[in-house]
């Protein structure tokens, strides 16, 4: 039992300092002058090469080292995904508030092109690492980097559907105009089936192992440990909490710059 919660507890809290730390330095990131931005996308592009390499390297076996590898790896490009559509620099051609009164048909166009560019990235990321998984053994990275991004479209299209908590405090001034195109309202029946399918997707993870069907891995438990996280965050959405305190060190008003006009 004491093997069990050491080979659990390690991985978990790698994954959580990842999620905590990580999702905090991209929000102090954008808060900071513009002028930096540039600075800062190169320094992260330069780490998104060598994770790169690091992922590839890490697909070749499955050690517990490998599987850290893995993770951190994808956590490094996720990160740059991440700080790219935040400082504005890749989201979409359209970059200014949703047009008042728009529904239906419009209001999803227009919240397409707020957020193209962004989701084609990703998608050619992905891309990318389905190439470099070819023959290889390691499949932690790719997992989580298709968690990553499953886990993202979920909660995008609960913001677009409606959802009681928006978050929009979490946006930089420079893309507050991205605030319009959530819906703050009553949960949904996508809401519910998305997170009912993701919770019984960690349960059948947690009774794979429990039932001895599958072996607790390194990879493994910080697969489980990232989609406990993520559906931590979509039961945010349906309640008015105060997670921002989580990173208060990271929450600093940001340089106010005004939407471009339509």
């Keep these: 039992m004491t093997d069990l919660s050491s080979s659990v507890a390690a991985p978990a809290l790698f994954a959580l300092l990842c999620w905590w730390f990580g999702t905090g330095a991209i929000l102090w990131l954008v808060r900071r002058a513009p002028t930096t931005f540039p600075w800062t996308l190169g320094v992260l592009s330069l780490l998104l090469l060598g994770s790169l ?27 740059w995904h991440e700080m790219a559509f935040l400082t504005g620099w890749l989201t979409g051609p359209r970059r200014v508030p949703l047009q ?9 166009t227009q919240s397409v092109r707020a957020v193209i560019w962004h989701e084609l990235a990703l998608l050619a990321n992905f ?9 290889q053994a390691g499949h932690v990275a790719i997992c989580t980097f ?11 299209m609960n913001l677009f559907l409606g959802v009681p908590e928006t978050g929009e405090q979490y946006l930089p001034s420079h893309l507050l105009y ?8 009553p949960l949904t029946l ?5 997170v009912g399918l993701s919770c019984a997707l960690w349960a059948w ?28 965050e979509h039961v945010i ?26």
Excluded: N
Excluded at 178 to 185: C, E, I, M, N, V
């Design 205 to 232: 993870m947690v009774w794979q192992v429990s039932s001895g069907t599958a072996t607790v891995t390194t990879g493994w438990v910080l697969l489980a440990a990232l989609l406990g996280l993520a559906i931590v």
């Design 190 to 194: 996508f809401y519910y089936l998305t």
């Design 146 to 156: 298709a968690l990553l991004w499953c886990m993202r479209f979920s909660a995008k």
């Design 237 to 262: 959405m349906a309640f008015p909490t105060p997670m921002q305190k989580l990173w208060g060190w990271a929450m600093s008003r940001s340089p106010v710059i005004k939407p471009e006009k339509a």
């Design 53 to 79: 390499w690091t992922t590839q390297l890490s697909m070749q076996d499955h050690t517990v080292g490998s599987a850290y590898l893995a993770f951190a790896s994808v956590i490094v490009m996720w990160s």
């Design 100 to 108: 008042a009164g728009a529904r239906g048909w419009t209001r999803f």
């Design 127 to 135: 891309g990318v690492l389905l190439w470099m998984q070819q023959s």
């Design 178 to 185: 991205l605030a319009s195109y959530f819906k703050r309202g």
